[in-house]
C-alpha cells in the first residue's frame, strides 16, 4: 500500500476554524464598512477641530452622535427595514434601500452587494451634513455629529455581525444577542435595537414571553 504524503488533505474533513472578534472583520463585508466609516468619520472631525479650533467640544459633539446613533439605528430598523408596502410607487421608494427581507429569510448569508451599502452610506452622509448645514447648524458641530453617527454605525454592523457569529458569552453581549435572536426567531416585529435594548425599552417593543402568549 502506498500513501502519497504529498497528497491534498480532504477539504470536507478539515474542521473549520470557528471565527473569532478579530476574524469576523473578514465577514460581511465589515472590512470595508469599517474602513470607509472609519476614514470618513476621523476626515469630519479633522475638518470640524480645525474649523472651530475647540477639539473638546467636537469630541463631545461625536460622542453625542455615538448616542444619537442607536435612536437611528432603531427607528430605521423598525421603519425602514421591515417596511413592505403594496403600492407600486412606494414599492419602488424601498427598492433604492438593500433588501432586510433576505437576511431574515438567511440570517447567516453574507451579504451579498456591499458595493450598494457603502454607496448608500456614503451618500447619505454627505446629503444630511449639507442639510444640517443649510439648515443653520454650525459646520464643525454638523461633521462632529455625522462622525459619532459613523463610528455608531459601524459599531452595529460589528455586533450585528457578532451576534450571528460568536458565542458573545458575557453578561453585555449575551444580552444583545439573545435580544437580536428573538428578533430573528420569535418575532420581528419586537427587539429592533442591535447595540442596545435602551430604546426597545422606550417604545416598549422589547418582547416578552406574554406578548407570545397573547399571539397564540
Known amino acids: 500500500m502506498t500513501i502519497d504524503v504529498g497528497a491534498t488533505p480532504d477539504v470536507a474533513a478539515t474542521p473549520a ?11 460581511s463585508g465589515l472590512r470595508s464598512i ?4 472609519t476614514s470618513l468619520a ?3 472631525a479633522l475638518v470640524a477641530v480645525v474649523w472651530s479650533g475647540n477639539p473638546l467640544m467636537v469630541g463631545g459633539v461625536v460622542l453625542l452622535g455615538l448616542f444619537y446613533w442607536t435612536f437611528l439605528e432603531y427607528i430605521l430598523h423598525r421603519w425602514m427595514l421591515h417596511w413592505e408596502p403594496e403600492k407600486k410607487h412606494h414599492k419602488m421608494i ?8 433576505s437576511h431574515h429569510n438567511d440570517p447567516m448569508k453574507e451579504r451579498m452587494n456591499i458595493m450598494l451599502q457603502l454607496k448608500i452610506t456614503v451618500y447619505l452622509s454627505l446629503v444630511y451634513t449639507v442639510f444640517m448645514w443649510l439648515i443653520g447648524v454650525p459646520l ?3 461633521l462632529a455629529l455625522n462622525a459619532g453617527v459613523l463610528l455608531g454605525y459601524q459599531a452595529y454592523e ?4 457578532a451576534c450571528h457569529h460568536l458565542p458573545m458569552r458575557n453578561a453585555w453581549a449575551a444580552t444583545l444577542k439573545r435580544h437580536h435572536a428573538i428578533h ?5 416585529t419586537v427587539n429592533f435595537g442591535v447595540t442596545t435594548t435602551i430604546w426597545d425599552s422606550v417604545f416598549r417593543t422589547t418582547w416578552k ?4 402568549a397573547k399571539a397564540a
Open 94 to 101: 424601498r427598492k433604492c434601500f438593500p433588501s432586510h427581507r
Open 42 to 44: 476621523v476626515l469630519y
Open 140 to 142: 464643525p458641530v454638523t
Open 184 to 188: 430573528h426567531h420569535r418575532d420581528e
Open 17 to 27: 476554524r470557528r471565527p473569532n472578534p478579530i476574524t469576523i472583520i473578514g465577514m
Open 209 to 212: 414571553p406574554e406578548r407570545a
Open 34 to 37: 469599517i474602513i470607509v466609516s
Open 158 to 161: 460589528y455586533v450585528h455581525v
